[in-house]
């Protein structure tokens, strides 16, 4: 399975700033997604980053406020803007290996984000 | 609309005894079933999966069953150890798509 690192691990942030999470894989991998986990919720997928192209992003969820970049095939990051409290969430980015891309994925340890 | 569902936000179990942990979906359409476990200060962790044309997964101490008559899946650990203590999240796709995850299940194996 794949090494997942993201960073920061957590983060306190002021109301209107913006954070950028960054993900970094120890393989290359097709796939890349971005969740957001609210507390006492399910993991919400925000949206699919897949390299060399823009990300796919799910309902409710706009570039706008979560931009993604995917440079490379081991690298992603999520931007949260213009933050509110509403923001505050657990971030997670995963990768999806398997005979189809996505029948497993593989999950870092998160950022846990506050906004203040 | 929450297509996968996990009632029981905690168990509490003995250590040696079955821990049995459901799940129900919704979407007729999912037929891969994953179980992920997750420590504090971790991402969740993949544990077992079942494709929608089997009814039964073995892994060790892990066992996944699924009725699709009833969209149910539960994940049996037997026997049951402290270190299992985690949340476990059920989560769905339709292969190749979009996973759906449960809100999770607070296990604590009690020694």
């Known amino acids: 399975s794949a090494v997942i690192s993201q960073k920061p691990s957590r983060d306190i942030c002021q109301r209107g700033t913006s954070l950028t999470i960054q993900c970094q894989v120890d393989?290359?991998?097709?796939?890349m997604f971005w969740y957001r986990q609210q507390p006492g919720q399910s993991l919400t997928l925000i949206a699919t980053a897949n390299q060399g192209s823009e990300a796919t992003y799910e309902s409710g969820f706009v570039i706008d406020k979560f931009p993604i970049s995917r440079p490379n095939l081991t690298f992603s990051t999520l931007t949260v803007s213009n933050m509110s409290p509403e923001d505050s969430s657990i971030y997670l980015c995963s990768v999806g290996q398997g005979v189809l891309a996505k029948n497993i994925q593989y999950f870092g340890a998160g950022t846990r984000l506050s906004v203040l | 609309d929450q297509q996968v569902k996990q009632n029981s936000p905690s168990l509490s179990v003995q250590e040696g005894r079955i821990s049995i942990l459901n799940c129900d979906y919704t979407?007729?359409?999912?037929?891969?079933f994953l179980w992920y476990k997750k420590y504090p200060a971790e991402g969740p962790t993949f544990l077992i999966s079942?494709?929608?044309?089997?009814d039964k997964n073995e892994d060790g101490r892990f066992t996944v069953f699924l009725n699709k008559s009833a969209k149910h899946l539960s994940l049996h650990i037997v026997p049951s150890q402290p270190g299992d203590s985690a949340v476990y999240f059920c989560?769905?796709?339709?292969?190749?798509?979009?996973?759906?995850f449960g809100t999770g299940t607070s296990l604590t194996v009690i020694p």
């Open positions: 079942i494709s929608s044309i089997k």
């Open positions: 989560a769905a796709s339709t292969t190749g798509n979009q996973f759906y």
């Open positions: 979407n007729s359409m999912f037929d891969y």
């Open positions: 393989s290359q991998v097709t796939m």
